[in-house]
């Protein structure tokens, strides 16, 4: 059948859904109950997820973020048996090479792109909700987010949940990420000066607690810091954050006015040169290009605050434990003060300090 939302109905067109199943079926649907509510609509989500466990489930999470969210939960179904196909907006999630990630193009009516959980394994049951409401918010929050609203229907009649898997089996959705950037063959000039500086370094221990290192780059004189902050990776076999201050702008690129551009960076996960080739962020391809010559494991990374506050959660999201910083950080001008690059504030975070001179 058909299990687009009707257009403008708002809440009132699950009737018209419902209707729509009894037509499909010649009777109606047994054991199917309708339901508005976020937090029933939760509580029936996770009794499917544990029902499911070991059999089969397809499930809609809207878009990426929100199956990363989930992660933890995922993981878990996948590694006790369950057969996931799982259906969203964005690049797949990266990990979960045992998960069946259908992208799907953005369509704030079809079924596919909505929250559902369809299992037919140990026991047919089926939910699935549509959200209403303004298309700009669509996928985005949580269910009890301020003006959320979804509506939906529960059903463990065997016809509905195959007609359901039927649907969705045949939606094949998009390659879950673009054709990589082509990486030239040999690293260009800055790359290269990089290269040669880093290989001239013997650096002395740092002293360092087991992670990452993180130094910021792409604002003012970062050479030294840069260059530092690889041979001691090289020396200590770690891998490296970089920090992307230039985007310390007025907007910030999670949520800039690109549309739905389903491969823009995400908070949560590193990118790489192909990435930053595409977001025109030369300094950040040279690094990378460093890093990846000198067998230096290395990601680039947007901060989601300004000085101290961003660097913070470098260290926290990805496992750091050495920031390596500009000697400029001793006597940072007026405005990396305002953005809060001062020394009395980087001293409070929880990682030891390197300052290059």
Sequence with gaps: MDWTYPSGAGEAGIYEIGRRMAEQLGRMPDATRFTYDARDMLRVTREIERASTGGRLWVGFQTTPKMEVERERYTRLLADGTRIVAYGT???PEGLDALDY??????AARLENQWFLVTDAPEPVAFVSWELGDPAQFGVGGAASPGKRFVGFVSDDPAVVADLIAVLGGVRG?????????VPATPGAEAQDLISRVEGRSPAASGAADGSVVVPIGRQAD?????TALAVARSERRNVILVDRSAEGLSSPYGDLRGDDAYRPDPDRLFGVGMARREGRGRMVAALE????????????????SGADGLREALRRFGGSLLVLPASVRRPGLA???RGMSMDRLEKLEARLLVAE
Aim: negative net charge; proline residues 19%; without cysteine.
């Design 223 to 227: 050479e030294d810091a840069l260059v």
């Design 90 to 92: 964005g690049p797949g």
């Design 102 to 107: 259908r992208v799907l193009p953005f369509d």
């Design 336 to 338: 990396e003060r305002i």
């Design 174 to 182: 998009t390659p879950a990420a673009p054709p990589p950037a082509p």
């Design 290 to 305: 460093a890093a990846m010559a000198l067998g230096i494991e290395a990601g680039g990374w947007y901060p989601t605050a």
